[in-house]
């Protein structure tokens, strides 16, 4: 029978030759990524089992929430997690995205399975590996024993055709998805990104797409390697890995079908990702803060589009404009002279520790999320959109159509 992608990979994990949506299996965990956030009932569950051995081959401690801390109790979990890293001998980041990290540091590899206590975890499917969010308990029993019970997902593929206009971007695409769809169509499913486009696509557009899986209730986001893939992971120092592919005619619950040519600037306005508008309907708002930057859209595509906007031009003098780059890599690269607060590489301001918004306050962001209080008083407005729609709205102090800027 064939099978999609995450289904040869989660039967790999498990030492079978095949699995069905739906079954639960026991499968070998490759890496388990736990952060600061989640350390204290990481740590807590270890003692209630009476063990700290956990595998110094597959477990990696990160800080990129608390980064710099801003009160007494982030300072606590952040020495926690770091004290109990690196007393062990344990893998342990600090200053970046956890996606960023792992990958940059050559650690995620096309046909692994990836754990972290991170609902975005969903990132690193864009390089063709099963990666998913877990809690801190669960995470805990993986860093001890080599393997868990996973639920085999059904498998929604998503298939984009066409070119992208200028100043679309892979998160407008999600955007659409979200609007026609919902934040619930694909609970604990599979999406696999295929087609065309996608082909085309750079890793930095991959991986926002599968990002935004989370807010669609999926399981994980992936896409097939490809020489994409293989360049991205070269320049890594990742270079042998097994290429894992859905076959042709593996059965999958939904085909979803894009046509990324007839895509226009979107925005999901307050207070959910799936209350998406084109740019146009909402035009004109008022803001406050613009943001980009987060797991989903802080590289340098996302970099580069903002600055191909901004040349010449100018913040507008009533809006805050704040850019984070996803890791130092990212942040050597981008270099910013528009008027625009260049943050730490963490995901402080997405989650409203750095920069919170007053009761009031507008805000435009390219963060994956825009739930009441999510970046500070819940009586803030956030609206998600595009860098490209962001930096347009950022020079007017309004949200803007980028294409005005075409």
């Not at 320049?235 to 076959?247: M, Q, R, T």
Request: glycine letters at 8%; aromatic letters at 6%.
């Amino acid at each position: 029978m064939p099978m999609t992608i995450t289904e040869k990979i989660l039967a790999k994990a498990a030492g079978v030759d095949r699995v069905s949506p739906g079954e639960i299996i026991t499968c070998k965990v490759d890496l388990i990524c736990i952060d600061e956030i989640q350390i204290a009932i990481f740590k807590d569950t270890l003692d209630k089992m009476g063990t700290d051995a956990v595998d110094k081959e597959r477990t990696v401690f990160v800080v990129d929430h608390f980064c710099p801390p801003t009160n007494l109790h982030q300072a606590e979990a952040n020495k926690l997690i770091r004290d109990f890293a690196l007393s062990r001998g344990l893998l342990f980041f600090e200053g970046s995205i956890k996606d960023q990290l792992l990958w940059e540091n050559g650690l995620i590899r096309p046909g692994m399975v990836l754990v972290a206590t991170d609902s975005h975890i969903t990132t690193c499917g864009a390089l063709g590996a099963f990666a998913a969010p877990f809690g801190p308990s669960e995470a805990a029993i993986m860093a001890v024993q080599d393997s868990y019970w996973f639920k085999v997902p059904e498998t929604i593929r998503c298939e984009i055709t066409g070119r992208l206009p200028p100043f679309v971007t892979a998160k407008d695409i999600g955007l659409y998805l979200l609007g026609q769809k919902g934040t619930t169509f694909a609970n604990y499913k599979a999406i696999e990104f295929c087609g065309p486009a996608v082909s085309d696509f750079s890793m930095d557009a991959r991986t926002t797409l599968c990002n935004m899986t989370t807010e669609m209730g999926a399981k994980n986001g992936i896409v097939a390697p490809d020489s994409v893939t293989e360049a991205f992971l070269q320049k890594w120092g990742v270079k042998e890995y097994p290429v894992i592919c859905s076959d042709s005619d593996a059965p999958c619950s939904e085909t979803i079908k894009v046509n990324a040519s007839a895509l226009e600037p979107l925005v999901a306005s307050p207070h959910s990702p799936g209350n998406v508008f084109p740019v146009m309907e909402v035009e004109g708002t008022k803001i406050d803060q613009a943001f980009v930057g987060s797991c989903g859209n802080g590289n340098m595509d996302d970099l580069r589009i903002v600055a191909q906007i901004l040349k010449g031009k100018t913040v507008h003098p009533r809006t805050r404009f704040i850019i984070t780059p996803a890791s130092r890599a990212v942040h050597l690269q981008a270099l910013v002279t528009t008027g625009a607060l260049v943050s730490g590489q963490t995901c402080s301001v997405c989650a409203g520790l750095e920069a919170p918004l007053l009761a009031g306050e507008v805000c435009i962001t390219a963060s994956p999320r825009n739930f009441k209080g999510r970046m500070g008083s819940p009586e803030a407005r956030i609206y998600l959109a595009s860098p490209a729609t962001i930096a347009a709205s950022a020079i007017k102090g309004i949200i803007t159509d980028p294409w005005e800027f075409k």
